[in-house]
C-alpha cells in the first residue's frame, strides 16, 4: 500500500524546493522570530499571572513559539497541495500509479522535515539568547513531539484544501482557523487566564497539548503529564492523517 | 508488464463496439460527465485502434480535456463505461495509468527543479529502476534535444522547450498509450511543426497509439488517423479526415465566367468528372475531385466554346468546412459562444 519509494522521491522534491527558495526558509523565519523577540523582551520581567514558580517568560515563550512556527508551517505544508493544483504539477503526480495513501504520506514527510528545520533553527536562535535546555533527552522528547504537532497540522491543512478551488481562501484561513488555534494553545500566555468557555476550545486545540508538551520536554514544567499530552498528540495526529488522506483522495484534482 | 483481460464485460460485447480487445486501446460507451447543472460529456462512445492516432476535435469547452481526463483517471465519470489498455478506468485505476502517458494542456512541471529532476521525479513515481532511469534519461533528452538543458531549472525553459519536456516525460515509461491535449496550444509555427513531425515519429517508429485533443483543424487533419468532431459534449461525426471532407463532395472551382456560358454549361454537364454544378451571380461553381488537375482542361473547354473565364478559384474542403456543414457554425463562432456560455456559468458561480 505504502510505497517507500514513492515517499521519498515526494519528500525530496520537498526538500529541494525548500532550500532552493532561500526567501521561503528566511519568510518563514521572521514571523516567529519577531514574536519571541519583541514579546520576549517586551513582557522579560513583568508579573504574569498563571506563570510556575520560578519560570521566567523567555522560558515560557520559546516552547510556545517553537510550537507557533509548526502550526504555521504545517498548515501551509497541507494547503500547498493547492498551489501544487494551481501550477499544474499535481496532476502529474496524481496521474502516476501509486497509491494515494503513498502520496499523502510523502506530503506529509515532507511537510515534517522542513518544519522540524524550522523548529530547530528557532530553537538554536533560542539558545543564543539565553534559553537553556535540561540534556539530550529533552530534546529527544521535543523533536517527537514537534513531529506529532506538524502531522496534525499537515492533514488538517490537507482537509482544507480538498475543500478549496483555489488559493484565495488562505487568507481566510489564516485568520480565522491558524490565529484561534495558536492564541487558544496558550501559546504566549497560560491559557488559564482565558474567560472560562473560551478555555473549553482551548482543550479541543491539538497544539495545546502540543505546546504543552515542548514545555514540559524542553524546560520540565508542563500543565498535563507529558504522557498525557503525548497520548492525545498521537491521536489527533493519527485522526488528521487519516482524515486527510480520506478527503485528499475524494476531491479532484484538475 | 502487461496482460490481457480475457473476459469482456457484457455491456462492452454489444454489437455498436466493432473492434475486439485485441484491436483496441481505448473502448468508451455512452460516457458522460456533469458538472453541477452542466453537461460537459454528453454520453460519447468511441473507440481507438491499437497504432493509431486519434484526434478530438472541437472548439473551447467541448469537452475534449474532461474527455481525456476521465480517461486517464484524473476525473471520475458519472455514467457509461470506459476501458483503456484492457482495463476500466473506474475500477482498475492503477493499471491504467500504468499503460498510459499523459501531456496536458497547460505546463505540469515543477518549475523549481531542473529538467533532469523534473524526469527523474517521473521515473521514481513509475517505479523505473537506477540503471535503466539514468539510460532512459539521457534517451529522452536526446530525443527531446534538450539534452545541453537537462541541468537548468526548468522555469527558464521556453515555452517550446516546456513542451517538448513533457512528451519527453510521458515516454520515460514507455507507454501503450499517450494522452495529448492540445500539444501545440501558444506555441509557434515552426515549434509546431517540429512538434507535429515528433508526434508522428513516435507513433510510426516506436508504434505508440495517441489519442490528441485540439482545436486546429489543420492540426487534426495533419496529424490523425480518425478525427471524432465534438461539439457541446456530443461526437457529431467520426470518421478519418479524408472520408470527412469527402462527405462534402470534393474541391469547388468557382469561375468568374461572362454573361452566357449556356453552352459551356452544356459541355461541362456532359463530363462525368464533375459532381455538380452551381451556378449564382456571374460564378459557376463546380465541384469535382483533384481540381488543380482538373482546372486546364476547363479552359481548353471554354476556349472551345468561346466562353471567357476572368477568374478562376480552387477551394479544397477543410475540416473547418466539415465542422460546419455538421454544427452550422465555424470553430471561432462557436468558441466565441461557448465562451459567453462559460462567462454567465463564472457569473453565476461568483455571484453564490
Given at each position: 500500500?505504502?510505497?517507500?519509494?514513492?515517499?521519498?522521491?515526494?519528500?525530496?522534491?520537498?526538500?529541494?524546493?525548500?532550500?532552493?527558495?532561500?526567501?521561503?526558509?528566511?519568510?518563514?523565519?521572521?514571523?516567529?522570530?519577531?514574536?519571541?523577540?519583541?514579546?520576549?523582551?517586551?513582557?522579560?520581567?513583568?508579573?504574569?499571572?498563571?506563570?510556575?514558580?520560578?519560570?521566567?517568560?523567555?522560558?515560557?515563550?520559546?516552547?510556545?513559539?517553537?510550537?507557533?512556527?509548526?502550526?504555521?508551517?504545517?498548515?501551509?505544508?497541507g494547503?500547498?497541495v493547492?498551489?501544487?493544483?494551481?501550477?499544474?504539477?499535481?496532476?502529474?503526480?496524481?496521474?502516476?500509479?501509486?497509491?494515494r495513501?503513498?502520496?499523502v504520506?510523502?506530503?506529509?514527510?515532507?511537510?515534517?522535515?522542513?518544519?522540524?528545520?524550522?523548529?530547530?533553527?528557532?530553537?538554536?536562535?533560542?539558545?543564543?539568547?539565553?534559553?537553556?535546555?535540561?540534556?539530550?533527552?529533552?530534546?529527544?522528547?521535543?523533536?517527537?513531539?514537534?513531529?506529532?504537532?506538524?502531522?496534525?497540522?499537515?492533514g488538517l491543512g490537507l482537509i482544507f484544501a480538498s475543500r478549496m478551488?483555489?488559493?484565495?481562501?488562505?487568507?481566510?484561513?489564516?485568520?480565522?482557523?491558524?490565529?484561534?488555534?495558536?492564541?487558544?494553545?496558550?501559546?504566549?500566555?497560560?491559557?488559564?487566564?482565558?474567560?472560562?468557555?473560551?478555555?473549553?476550545?482551548?482543550?479541543?486545540?491539538?497544539?495545546?497539548?502540543?505546546?504543552?508538551?515542548?514545555?514540559?520536554?524542553?524546560?520540565?514544567?508542563?500543565?498535563?503529564?507529558?504522557?498525557?499530552?503525548?497520548?492525545?498528540?498521537?491521536?489527533?495526529?493519527?485522526?488528521m492523517v487519516l482524515l486527510g488522506t480520506y478527503f485528499f483522495e475524494k476531491s479532484e484534482y484538475? | 508488464?502487461?496482460?490481457?483481460?480475457?473476459?469482456?464485460?457484457?455491456?462492452?460485447?454489444?454489437?455498436?463496439?466493432?473492434?475486439?480487445?485485441?484491436?483496441?486501446?481505448?473502448?468508451?460507451?455512452?460516457?458522460?460527465?456533469?458538472?453541477?447543472?452542466?453537461?460537459?460529456?454528453?454520453?460519447?462512445?468511441?473507440?481507438?485502434?491499437?497504432?493509431?492516432?486519434?484526434?478530438?476535435?472541437?472548439?473551447?469547452?467541448?469537452?475534449?480535456?474532461?474527455?481525456?481526463?476521465?480517461?486517464?483517471?484524473?476525473?471520475?465519470?458519472?455514467?457509461?463505461?470506459?476501458?483503456?489498455?484492457?482495463?476500466?478506468?473506474?475500477?482498475?485505476?492503477?493499471?491504467?495509468?500504468?499503460?498510459?502517458?499523459?501531456?496536458?494542456?497547460?505546463?505540469?512541471?515543477?518549475?523549481?527543479?531542473?529538467?533532469?529532476?523534473?524526469?527523474?521525479?517521473?521515473?521514481?513515481?513509475?517505479?523505473?529502476?537506477?540503471?535503466?532511469?539514468?539510460?532512459?534519461?539521457?534517451?529522452?533528452?536526446?530525443?527531446?534535444?534538450?539534452?545541453?538543458?537537462?541541468?537548468?531549472?526548468?522555469?527558464?525553459?521556453?515555452?517550446?522547450?516546456?513542451?517538448?519536456?513533457?512528451?519527453?516525460?510521458?515516454?520515460?515509461?514507455?507507454?501503450?498509450?499517450?494522452?495529448?491535449?492540445?500539444?501545440?496550444?501558444?506555441?509557434?509555427?515552426?515549434?509546431?511543426?517540429?512538434?507535429?513531425?515528433?508526434?508522428?515519429?513516435?507513433?510510426?517508429?516506436?508504434?505508440?497509439?495517441?489519442?490528441?485533443?485540439?482545436?486546429?483543424?489543420?492540426?487534426?487533419?495533419?496529424?490523425?488517423?480518425?478525427?471524432?468532431?465534438?461539439?457541446?459534449?456530443?461526437?457529431?461525426?467520426?470518421?478519418?479526415?479524408?472520408?470527412?471532407?469527402?462527405?462534402?463532395?470534393?474541391?469547388?472551382?468557382?469561375?468568374?465566367?461572362?454573361?452566357?456560358?449556356?453552352?459551356?454549361?452544356?459541355?461541362?454537364?456532359?463530363?462525368?468528372?464533375?459532381?455538380?454544378?452551381?451556378?449564382?451571380?456571374?460564378?459557376?461553381?463546380?465541384?469535382?475531385?483533384?481540381?488543380?488537375?482538373?482546372?486546364?482542361?476547363?479552359?481548353?473547354?471554354?476556349?472551345?466554346?468561346?466562353?471567357?473565364?476572368?477568374?478562376?478559384?480552387?477551394?479544397?474542403?477543410?475540416?473547418?468546412?466539415?465542422?460546419?456543414?455538421?454544427?452550422?457554425?465555424?470553430?471561432?463562432?462557436?468558441?466565441?459562444?461557448?465562451?459567453?456560455?462559460?462567462?454567465?456559468?463564472?457569473?453565476?458561480?461568483?455571484?453564490?
Amino acid at each position: 500500500m505504502i510505497n517507500i519509494k514513492v515517499v521519498y522521491i515526494l519528500w525530496l522534491r520537498e526538500m529541494k524546493r525548500f532550500f532552493r527558495a532561500k526567501s521561503r526558509v528566511i519568510g518563514t523565519l521572521g514571523m516567529p522570530l519577531f514574536f519571541l523577540a519583541f514579546l520576549g523582551f517586551g513582557f522579560r520581567g513583568m508579573p504574569i499571572p498563571g506563570l510556575a514558580e520560578g519560570v521566567g517568560y523567555i522560558e515560557f515563550l520559546v516552547p510556545g513559539i517553537i510550537g507557533m512556527s509548526m502550526l504555521f508551517s504545517s498548515m501551509f505544508a497541507g494547503i500547498s497541495v493547492l498551489w501544487d493544483r494551481e501550477f499544474g504539477f499535481l496532476k502529474e503526480i496524481m496521474v502516476a500509479p501509486v497509491s494515494r495513501v503513498s502520496i499523502v504520506i510523502g506530503r506529509i514527510a515532507g511537510g515534517i522535515m522542513t518544519s522540524l528545520f524550522q523548529a530547530i533553527l528557532i530553537l538554536s536562535i533560542s539558545i543564543l539568547m539565553g534559553f537553556k535546555i535540561t540534556g539530550i533527552s529533552s530534546l529527544l522528547w521535543a523533536v517527537v513531539f514537534l513531529i506529532l504537532i506538524s502531522a496534525t497540522f499537515i492533514g488538517l491543512g490537507l482537509i482544507f484544501a480538498s475543500r478549496m478551488r483555489d488559493i484565495h481562501g488562505f487568507s481566510l484561513i489564516m485568520n480565522f482557523i491558524i490565529f484561534p488555534l495558536f492564541f487558544l494553545s496558550g501559546a504566549v500566555f497560560p491559557f488559564d487566564n482565558l474567560p472560562g468557555w473560551v478555555r473549553g476550545l482551548s482543550y479541543i486545540d491539538p497544539l495545546t497539548y502540543g505546546v504543552d508538551g515542548l514545555r514540559g520536554a524542553l524546560i520540565g514544567i508542563s500543565s498535563f503529564p507529558l504522557i498525557y499530552n503525548f497520548t492525545i498528540l498521537v491521536i489527533s495526529s493519527v485522526a488528521m492523517v487519516l482524515l486527510g488522506t480520506y478527503f485528499f483522495e475524494k476531491s479532484e484534482y484538475v | 508488464m502487461f496482460y490481457f483481460r480475457c473476459v469482456i464485460g457484457n455491456q462492452l460485447s454489444a454489437a455498436n463496439i466493432e473492434c475486439d480487445l485485441l484491436m483496441c486501446i481505448i473502448k468508451v460507451k455512452n460516457l458522460s460527465r456533469h458538472f453541477d447543472g452542466f453537461v460537459a460529456v454528453d454520453n460519447i462512445s468511441f473507440t481507438v485502434k491499437k497504432g493509431e492516432i486519434f484526434g478530438l476535435l472541437g472548439p473551447n469547452g467541448a469537452g475534449k480535456t474532461t474527455t481525456i481526463n476521465m480517461l486517464s483517471t484524473l476525473l471520475k465519470i458519472t455514467s457509461g463505461h470506459a476501458e483503456v489498455a484492457g482495463f476500466d478506468i473506474s475500477k482498475n485505476k492503477d493499471n491504467v495509468r500504468r499503460n498510459i502517458g499523459m501531456v496536458f494542456q497547460e505546463p505540469a512541471l515543477d518549475n523549481k527543479l531542473t529538467g533532469r529532476e523534473n524526469l527523474d521525479f517521473h521515473a521514481m513515481m513509475y517505479g523505473i529502476d537506477t540503471v535503466t532511469r539514468k539510460a532512459r534519461i539521457r534517451e529522452i533528452f536526446d530525443l527531446v534535444e534538450l539534452t545541453d538543458k537537462a541541468d537548468v531549472l526548468v522555469e527558464n525553459y521556453s515555452g517550446g522547450m516546456k513542451r517538448r519536456l513533457e512528451i519527453g516525460r510521458g515516454l520515460i515509461h514507455r507507454p501503450r498509450l499517450l494522452f495529448l491535449d492540445e500539444p501545440t496550444l501558444g506555441l509557434d509555427a515552426q515549434t509546431r511543426r517540429h512538434i507535429w513531425e515528433y508526434i508522428k515519429k513516435l507513433n510510426k517508429e516506436n508504434g505508440i497509439s495517441i489519442i490528441l485533443t485540439t482545436h486546429y483543424m489543420e492540426e487534426a487533419d495533419y496529424l490523425c488517423d480518425r478525427v471524432a468532431i465534438i461539439d457541446h459534449g456530443k461526437i457529431v461525426v467520426m470518421d478519418s479526415p479524408k472520408k470527412l471532407k469527402d462527405i462534402l463532395g470534393g474541391d469547388v472551382v468557382s469561375l468568374e465566367t461572362d454573361e452566357n456560358p449556356e453552352k459551356f454549361i452544356s459541355l461541362l454537364k456532359e463530363l462525368e468528372w464533375i459532381k455538380t454544378i452551381k451556378k449564382h451571380d456571374g460564378f459557376l461553381d463546380l465541384t469535382m475531385d483533384n481540381g488543380e488537375k482538373k482546372i486546364p482542361e476547363l479552359f481548353n473547354i471554354a476556349q472551345s466554346v468561346r466562353t471567357k473565364i476572368s477568374s478562376i478559384s480552387l477551394h479544397k474542403p477543410s475540416l473547418e468546412d466539415v465542422f460546419l456543414h455538421f454544427t452550422g457554425k465555424t470553430i471561432l463562432e462557436q468558441e466565441a459562444s461557448q465562451g459567453e456560455k462559460n462567462k454567465k456559468l463564472m457569473m453565476r458561480r461568483m455571484g453564490r
